[in-house]
C-alpha cells in the first residue's frame, strides 16, 4: 500500500496533468478561431478588390450619362479665374484702356513710367493720312505699360526676328520669306504704310494677342511683355525709315530712338 504522502504527489501530478490539457485544449482552440478570422478578413478583401483601370472614373471628353449634361468633364463655376491669370490691369494684358465702353470722355492712358508711342509725322507732299485713328482704334492704348530702354529693344528685336520677321521682314516692308515663298495672298502688312505708322501701339498687341487677318494668335508663343517689346522695336522700324521731313518733325523733346544693326 502507498503511503499518504505519495497519494498526494499522485494526485498532484494527475492535477498537473488534467491543466496542462486544458490549457493546451484552449491555446489550440484560440489558434484555430484567429485562423478562421484572417481567413474570413481575406476573403472580404479579395471581395472588395477593384483593378485601377475598372475603377469608376470621369474620362476627360467622354460622354457621361451620370450628369444632365452628358459630358464627364465639367465645366468652370462662371467667373472663375486660374491664379496667376487675373489680369486685372488691362493697359498691360490686354492692350485696352481701362474704362473702354464704360464711358465716352476720353481718359489719360498715361501709366506711371508709361512711355508714347511714335510721334506725330508730317507726311511728304503727295501723301495722306488717316484722318482718324483714335476713331478707328478706340479702345487701344496709345502708350507702352512698360518701360522701354535699350535692353527692352534688343529683346525686342531677338523676338521679332524669330516670330515676325519670317513674314514681315526683317525691315517690316511685309516682304519676308515666308511671303517670297508665295503666302501672298493677302500680302503680309508692312509698317511703314501710313495706317501703322499712326496705330496706337495697343493696336499691335491686340493683332498678336487675337490675329489679325491670315496671322494667327501668337499668345500661346509670346509672353505679354515680350509682346510690348516687339512693339517697341517695330516702332524703332518704323522710326528708321520714315522720310526725311518726317523724322525732322518731331514732337519737342522727342528722343530718338537707336535700332541695334
Not at 509670346?222 to 510690348?228: A, C, G, K
Request: hydrophobic share 35%; aromatic share 8%.
Amino acid at each position: 500500500m502507498m503511503s499518504s504522502s505519495e497519494e498526494e504527489k499522485a494526485v498532484g501530478r494527475k492535477q498537473k496533468a488534467d491543466g496542462s490539457a486544458v490549457f493546451a485544449g484552449a491555446s489550440r482552440s484560440r489558434k484555430i478561431f484567429f485562423c478562421l478570422l484572417l481567413s474570413a478578413f481575406c476573403l472580404l478583401a479579395f471581395g472588395c478588390r477593384r483593378d485601377m483601370q475598372d475603377q469608376p472614373k470621369a474620362i476627360p471628353y467622354r460622354e457621361s450619362n451620370f450628369f444632365r449634361d452628358g459630358n464627364a468633364s465639367r465645366q468652370l463655376v462662371p467667373g472663375t479665374v486660374p491664379r496667376g491669370y487675373l489680369r486685372a490691369d488691362r493697359e498691360f494684358y490686354l492692350g485696352k484702356k481701362p474704362n473702354a465702353g464704360l464711358q465716352a470722355a476720353p481718359a489719360m492712358t498715361q501709366p506711371a513710367a508709361g512711355q508714347a508711342t511714335a510721334p506725330p509725322i508730317i507726311l511728304p507732299a503727295g501723301q495722306t493720312s488717316t484722318p482718324n485713328t483714335t476713331a478707328l482704334y478706340p479702345d487701344d492704348v496709345e502708350t507702352f505699360p512698360i518701360p522701354i530702354d535699350k535692353a527692352a529693344l534688343d529683346r525686342g528685336q531677338q523676338r521679332y526676328d524669330i516670330y515676325c520677321s519670317v513674314c514681315h521682314g526683317a525691315t517690316g516692308n511685309g516682304d519676308g520669306m515666308i511671303a517670297r515663298r508665295g503666302f501672298n495672298k493677302p500680302l503680309p502688312a508692312s509698317y511703314h504704310q501710313d495706317r501703322l505708322r499712326q496705330a496706337p501701339v495697343g493696336h499691335f498687341f491686340d493683332a498678336m494677342t487675337n490675329g489679325w487677318g491670315a496671322m494667327p494668335s501668337y499668345a500661346a508663343q509670346i509672353p505679354v511683355e515680350d509682346r510690348w517689346k516687339i512693339i517697341a522695336y517695330i516702332r524703332a522700324l518704323q522710326l528708321s525709315q520714315m522720310p526725311a521731313q518726317a523724322q525732322g518733325n518731331q514732337m519737342p523733346g522727342a528722343k530718338p530712338i537707336s535700332v541695334k544693326r
